[in-house]
Each structure stands twice: as structure tokens, then as C-alpha cells.
């Protein structure tokens, strides 16, 4: 969960989440009350019915009547004085009394008992086998239920049941709903985030172009008002940047070509000294500078006209330059490695490899040449036998013009472009150059490739 798709996703769902906890706990706590609601409203005018039959009816056919009314969630029982039960006030018991009052004809001598005692069951000697209503299946409380009616003939109606104290906290309706919703928020949660994500996707890899190709085509300029002006941004970027290079490279270029003509001048007002220590160094020096000159006409050309891309077996290629090179006599091998095709510009790698392999032939005596391939990257890497590079320096000599001391000198016949040119191809490439020295002695340059 690194990525800003998969943090700003998180945090969408952990809201979304927490807020399904809460109204989850909100309908829980109002079906228990909604069922506490029903439950009473549906004892009062079960009452408030019963009782209005057995006053209308003869009072030969009350007992038939009431004996009829028994179920074993509602016992009905003619009484011929008060019941002995206590009167209970509270909210439920006032209710539930208000409510039959209200049902029954309004007479003076009207009287009315309800009580209401909380338990795991009904009332004593209440064989409780199920609630009334399928909304109370699945309660695990209840409360007992007692009321008395005054009949007109001055016996008593007595009823007994229970009503349901809660609910079940989720019903299958509820879990499949809260699912459905869960399943719809996590879908629209993916694809609104992967949509504001998306150009900065976009953006990096538009980053890693530029790296690559300064001539990459411009970024898109989609997506929100934010992300077009940082598109637009970027564009603009990277046509200063490539105004910046073409400029220095143009300058570059101009100034060592203008350069060879006073150079030149030198070489041959040089010539004309009489021979002797003092001349040889003078054409020692210009012949260095020319070469100085030649190796930065030809690092501003290749920058200035970048070779096109094509597929090649790399493998071939490295073959090829080993053989060339072992040709003229130089102790060079390269292991043997599978084909593997990559697009790359072909004779810029070629010389990027070559530059490694006649640093570790001049300062090393052999390179030794291995080709490693995974699913995502690329790896070349060339072995020598010298002394190799303290870990310093390492920075410091990929620099252009850089050369170290020692073995590693001027006297040797660089001028300290090499590394710094093949630096230059591999990170057009995408790639970066490594330098390590070996366990076993000697420096271990390493290209690194994304296929």
C-alpha cells in the first residue's frame, strides 16, 4: 500500500467501512425499538378486540369464546374478581393501557389493569412457544405481559402473554443488503480512484521517457484542472530542457571545431622546430588535445543526432564485438548466454561496451564478458584483472574528463570521455552503470538494461 492508488483506496474504505459500522449500529438500535413499538401496539389491539367480543357477545357464549381465544402465545381467562397482580407503571404498561382505553367504549365505571415484568420468558405458568408477529422471531428477551379488563357484568378479563424486549441485531434481508451496498461502494471506490490516480501514472512514466528520450512526445494534458496544469507544467519543462542540451551541445561542438583550426597551426608551427625533447613533448600535448577534441566532437554528435531504436539480439552483438576485438589481438572472452531481443540504439550500446571492455583491456589485461537475463531486466557485465577503483572515486570517474592516478593515467592513452560516454548511453537506454570492485580482485563494470 505504497502507491497513492492503493493508500487513497485504503483510507476510501476505511471510511466507508466505519461508516457502515455506525449505521449498522443505528438500525440495530432502532429495530429494537420499532419492535418494542409493534410488539405493544399489536398486544393492546389484540386485547382491545378480544374484549370488545367477549362484551358484545351473550354472557352464556363468553366462556365458549374465550376458551376459543387461547393459543399458547395468548392465554385468555374470565376471572370473577380483581386480579391479584400489581399494577406496574412504566412507559410500556402506560401505553399499552392508553391504547386499550382508547379502543373500548368510553364508560364511567371503566377499569383497567396492565403490568409489565422484564424476563428471559413470559410470566409464570406462560408456556411461551413463539412470538406473534415473524418481525420478533429471533428475540432473546422478553417481557411479560398482564391486563385485566372490567367486564359490564362485574367479572374480570384477564389476558397474559409476553412481548418481545429486542431483535435479532442483523436479519438476512439486512446482511445481503448491506453487502450488495458494500460490494456497488467498493466497484464506483475503485474506479473513482484509479481515475484520479491514473495521471500520475501517467505523469511518472512521461518522467522516465524524458530520461530516456529528450525528443519523447509531450504529455497529455487530461484528467482534472490540477493535473492539466501539471501536465502543461511538464511539458513546458521538458522543452526547456531540450532547448538546454541542443544549446550546449551546439556550443559544445562549435567551440572544439573552432578549436582544430589554432591546433592545427600549433602542430605544424611544431613540426618546424628543430628536433629534440622540447618538440616531441609539444606534439605529445597537441596530439593529446586533438584527441581531447576528436572524443568531444564525437560525444556532442551523438548527442546532437541520436541513432533510432531498433530491435536486436543482444547477444549476437556482444558475440560480434568480442570476436572483433579478439581479432586484433586483444584478450577479451564472453560467456555464452541465451538470444535475447532488445530494442536498443545498436551501435551506441555497441561503443558503451566496447569503452568497458578497452578500459578493462588497458588497465586490467582481459575483460571477461557475461550477459544475465530476468523477466524485467537486462544485465551486462565486464570483468578485469587490475587493481580496480577505490569506492571514492567511483562518482568522480564517470565524470567527463575524469582520469585517475596510477595505473590509471594519461599516460595510458585515455582522456577520460570513456565511462562518462558510456554513462551517457546506458541512462538513454534507461539504465544505469555500475562500478564495483571484486572480491577476487579487479573491477566489475556492470550495464543494467530494462527489457
Known sequence: ??????????????????????????????????????????????????????????????????????????????????????????????????????????????????????????????????????????????????????????????????????APAVSRQFVLSMAIT????????????????????????????????????????????????????????????????????????????DLRTPLTLLRLRAENVEAGEDRDRMLATIGEMDAMLGATLSFARDDATPEPRRPVDLTALLASLVDDMADAGLKVSIEQAPPVTLACQTQALRRAVANLIDNAIKYGGAARIALEVTATTVTISVDDDGPGIPEAERERVLQPFTRLEGSRSRETGGIGLGLAITLSIVQAHGGALTLANRPAGGLRATIALPR
Open 1 to 166: 500500500m505504497r502507491s497513492l492508488f492503493g493508500q487513497t483506496l485504503l483510507i476510501l474504505l476505511l471510511g466507508l467501512a466505519l461508516s457502515h459500522g455506525i449505521g449498522a449500529w443505528i438500525y440495530g438500535s432502532d429495530r429494537e425499538q420499532a419492535v418494542r413499538a409493534v410488539g405493544g401496539l399489536a398486544v393492546a389491539q389484540r386485547i382491545a378486540n378480544n374484549t370488545r367480543l367477549i362484551e358484545e357477545a351473550p354472557p352464556d357464549w363468553r366462556p365458549r369464546i374465550v376458551a376459543g381465544l387461547n393459543d399458547p402465545t395468548f392465554r385468555v381467562a374470565l376471572a370473577g374478581a380483581a386480579p391479584t397482580f400489581d399494577e406496574e407503571g412504566g412507559p410500556v404498561s402506560e401505553a399499552v393501557k392508553d391504547f386499550v382505553a382508547r379502543q373500548l367504549p368510553a364508560t364511567a365505571d371503566r377499569r383497567l389493569k396492565v403490568a409489565v415484568a422484564t424476563g428471559e420468558a413470559g410470566p409464570p405458568g406462560f408456556g411461551h412457544r413463539g412470538p406473534m408477529h415473524p418481525g420478533f422471531r429471533g428475540a432473546r428477551h422478553w417481557r411479560g405481559l398482564r391486563a385485566a379488563v372490567a367486564l359490564p357484568d362485574g367479572r374480570w378479563l384477564v389476558f397474559a402473554t409476553a412481548l418481545p424486549d429486542d
Open 182 to 257: 458494500g460490494l456497488v461502494l467498493l466497484i464506483v471506490s475503485v474506479w473513482a480512484v484509479r481515475r484520479l490516480t491514473a495521471p500520475l501514472d501517467g505523469l511518472a512514466r512521461a518522467a522516465e521517457r524524458l530520461g530516456r528520450d529528450m525528443d519523447a512526445e509531450p504529455l497529455a494534458e487530461l484528467g482534472t484542472v490540477e493535473m492539466r496544469r501539471a501536465a502543461q507544467a511538464f511539458n513546458q519543462m521538458q522543452e526547456r530542457l531540450k532547448r538546454l542540451v541542443e544549446n550546449r551541445t551546439a556550443m559544445l561542438a562549435a567551440i572544439s571545431h
